[in-house]
């Protein structure tokens, strides 16, 4: 018995070090994620982002008419998001333009398709942070995995048909998709990006589901790039740097650089440096009660 003590108390320890690292990569990347986005503002009126704006859309029309419909702003997020290689961000762009049409048909997801996601009251967004940008709150430990009904189902074989992917991988696909889709609507004027509080609070291995976090990044990298502004990560068991080690390779330098770990007894402090108390969601001591996604 002793000698398991021991080896639990080390494998605790061990954890604990890693949610340090994380912590201090984390301060880091807070730190040089605001410098990048000062440097982002001055990018905006730059003659050589217009002149690779306007190479890179003469060049994606004439493989996908659509392309004349897409504004400046969407093709500057994918050439940011290739560090404004415009082969690269027209190879992004056209693969998007085609999923898009492919996977909503119809423009959106439609909630009677992720009714059984949507029970989980697992994504809400309320308030805005300093810079004017929305601020939506996940809940890990309200993720029920493989969680699907049969519109998700016949929706996700063709998506993975697509993608040539396992079935399993993207069973969260569609929730996710939504959930994106709800935020961007609700982009204030003038702003592009929002701030994500990924609130792990009561996970545990049985919400745990590689799956759906990997494709909450595939969707996010792929299809929506440049859109978040920081994810902020709350109320983390030691056992989530598990789950966090195996998804860790699947995250893009430029959306590493934007995760920050808070500790625990640092969370309203690390928040009110970017949210005001009065855009604060009031469980984590602002004055905004939060709202789920569906009735945004």
Sequence with gaps: MDKEKRLKQTQEEEEEMEFKDCENHGQQAQQQQEEEEEEEKIEIGDEIIRSKIGIMRALAERDDPSVKEVDDFVIRRFLRARDLDIEKANTMLLKYLSWRRTFLPKGFVSESEI??????????????????????????????P???????????????????????????????????????????????????IGDLEGWGYSNSDIRAYVASLSIL???????????????????????????????????KKKIIFVENKKLKSTLLNDIDESQLADIYGGKLPLVPIENC
């Design 146 to 196: 493989t969680k699907g009904n049969l519109e998700e189902v016949k929706r996700m074989v063709m998506l993975l048909f697509l993608l040539h992917f396992s079935i399993h991988f993207f069973w969260n696909f569609c929730f996710v998709v939504y959930g994106l889709e709800k935020i961007c609507a609700r982009m204030p004027r003038g702003q592009e990006k929002f701030v994500a």
């Design 115 to 144: 009714s059984n996601q949507l029970a989980d009251n697992k994504l809400c967004m309320q308030g805005v942070d300093k810079q004017g940008r929305p601020i939506v709150v996940a809940f890990g430990g309200r993720h029920k």
């Design 221 to 255: 990298q792929d299809c929506y790039p440049e859109r978040l502004a920081k994810l902020f990560i709350v109320h983390v068991p030691y056992i989530f740097m598990t789950a966090w080690k195996v998804v860790y390779p699947f995250i893009d330098s430029r959306t």
